[in-house]
T-cell receptor
Framework: AQSVTQPDIHITVSEGASLELRCNYS??????LFWYVQSPGQGLQLLLK??????LVQGIKGFEAEFKRSQSSFNLRKPSVHWSDAAEYFC????????????FGTGTSLTVIP | DTGVSQNPRHKITKRGQNVTFRCDPI?????LYWYRQTLGQGPEFLTY????????KSRLLSDRFSAERPKGSFSTLEIQRTEQGDSAMYLC??????????FGQGTRLTVV
């Protein structure tokens, strides 16, 4: 069955520090992978996506993610965090062979301290 | 392109009442999804339309829930005889083919 695991419920980083949010997935075929960000009371905004090709993908707001098939991982990174990055981050897998659903992790809440 | 639009943004209702939410997807998107999100959780799939056809429904979608997309454009999600457990954020998303989903701002339902 398809699933997405985000092992870190909450992460706190200092402004200017680097960030890595972990994501592991379980999927029986080549996955389509996404990272979304959600501010309180808002919908989800796409940060980046991986469909195929280069395993290091660049997204908006200076984020990047690396797909590692051997580890079933798609970790999100940012070299220098800004206070405005504080939000909830969701990893998702697109399961096209099971009805075109998107399966989401439970999210990682990011707090940025000055 | 104004993105995915959801109305209302907030809804407070008494237990037992019926509520209806509307979603207007991005115009050229033929796929439309409804998700439910509770506090501290990721979005959970409810149902999916391709054009006007409802192709899949989650087990989360009890008989009190019904969704329609009558002309393959906007969609409505109705909850009958609301219960406190229905309190959640209801998210709508749309997409084309095998691409990313674009989400609306959501409708926050509170059942009192």
């Amino acid at each position: 069955a398809q699933s997405v695991t985000q092992p870190d419920i909450h992460i706190t980083v200092s402004e200017g520090a680097s960030l890595e949010l972990r994501c592991n997935y379980s999927y029986g075929a080549t996955p389509y992978l996404f990272w979304y960000v959600q501010s309180p009371g808002q919908g989800l905004q796409l940060l980046l996506k991986y469909f195929s090709g280069d395993t290091l993908v660049q997204g908006i707001k200076g984020f990047e993610a690396e797909f590692k098939r051997s580890q079933s991982s798609f970790n999100l990174r940012k070299p220098s965090v800004h206070w405005s990055d504080a939000a909830e981050y969701f990893c998702a897998v697109g399961a096209w062979n099971t009805g075109n659903q998107f399966y989401f992790g439970t999210g990682t809440s990011l707090t940025v301290i000055p | 392109d104004t993105g995915v639009s959801q109305n209302p943004r907030h809804k407070i209702t008494k237990r037992g009442q019926n509520v209806t939410f509307r979603c207007d997807p991005i115009s050229e998107h033929n796929r439309l999804y409804w998700y439910r999100q509770t506090l501290g959780q990721g979005p959970e799939f409810l149902t999916y339309f391709q054009n006007e056809a409802q192709l899949e429904k989650s087990r989360l979608l009890s008989d009190r829930f019904s969704a329609e997309r009558p002309k393959g454009s906007f969609s409505t999600l109705e909850i009958q005889r609301t219960e406190q457990g229905d309190s959640a954020m209801y998210l709508c998303a749309s997409s084309t083919g095998q691409g990313e989903a674009f989400f609306g701002q959501g409708t926050r339902l509170t059942v009192v």
